[in-house]
Every structure is written in structure tokens, then in C-alpha cells.
């Protein structure tokens, strides 16, 4: 029998390991620029990478927060966690497409931008909805 929401619990962890996984390629671009801490610019291919690793940054606490309400909110939805893990996976897949886009060519990161800000929204506007028919049915 699968344990209560280990399937999100593990998609969280993939997605902090892709968050790891930008920090280290932020020290590669630093190796390969020349650019020490705490300079944040100087050449493109490092500002690409930080960029990406802070727009990252940025959008997890939206991300995980929605993720886990989605999660624990009315567990007792049908696929609650299947769907919750599936979107996250949707997340980690945009974020990467993301990623390898803006740093080859920050014109190109749309699609990426596009699949894991769906997916967020996806997972936050669900945990409200289903909040709001737990306050609706049940009440507070």
C-alpha cells in the first residue's frame, strides 16, 4: 500500500534537486567566466544562469505551496495525489525546458516559461476550488 502523499513528497524532492541542479551549473558558468562571488554580472553566460537559477527561485515557494495545498486539501478527492505528483512532474519538465532555453537564448524560453506556470496554476487555482467546496459542503 503507497504511504499518504509519497508520491508528492518525492516529486518535491525532484524538484529541489533541479533547484540544486541550476546552482551548480550557476558555479560551472562562474568556473568557465572567471566571474568570484559575490559579482553577479560581467558576461552573459553567467547572468544567463542567474537568472534562471533566481526566476526559479522566485516561483518555488508559489509552486510548492499550491502543490501541497492541492495535496492536503480534501484528500480524500479521487487521484489527489496522483494528479498533485503528475502536475509536479509537469513543473520539473517546464523548468528544465526552461532552463536549457534561456541559457542558450533567453528569447526562447516560453515554452518552458509557459508548461510549468500552466502547471502551477493548474495546482494552485485546484487547491482553492477544492477548498472552497470543503467551506461550501462541510464548513469551516
Known amino acids: 500500500m503507497q504511504h499518504p502523499h509519497s508520491l508528492v513528497a518525492i516529486v518535491t524532492c525532484l524538484s529541489l534537486l533541479v533547484f ?19 559579482a553577479m554580472t560581467g558576461h552573459p553566460d553567467l547572468e544567463r544562469h542567474v537568472r534562471v537559477h533566481l526566476n526559479t527561485l522566485e516561483v518555488l515557494p508559489i509552486y ?6 492541492f495535496t492536503l486539501v480534501y484528500p480524500a478527492f479521487p487521484f489527489n495525489d496522483l494528479i498533485a505528483a503528475g502536475l ?9 525546458i ?5 541559457v542558450k537564448d533567453p528569447a526562447t524560453r516560453s515554452r518552458g516559461f509557459g ?3 500552466l502547471a502551477t496554476i493548474l495546482l494552485l487555482v485546484g487547491a ?3 477548498a472552497i467546496w470543503v467551506l461550501v459542503t462541510v464548513g469551516a
Open 20 to 38: 540544486i541542479w541550476m546552482m551548480i551549473r550557476v558555479g560551472g558558468a562562474r568556473g568557465r567566466t572567471g566571474i568570484s562571488p559575490p
Open 64 to 69: 510548492l505551496t499550491s502543490l501541497w495545498l
Open 88 to 96: 509536479g512532474l509537469v513543473w520539473i519538465l517546464g523548468r528544465v
Open 98 to 102: 526552461y532552463a536549457l532555453a534561456y
Open 115 to 117: 508548461i510549468q506556470g
Open 128 to 130: 482553492l476550488a477544492k
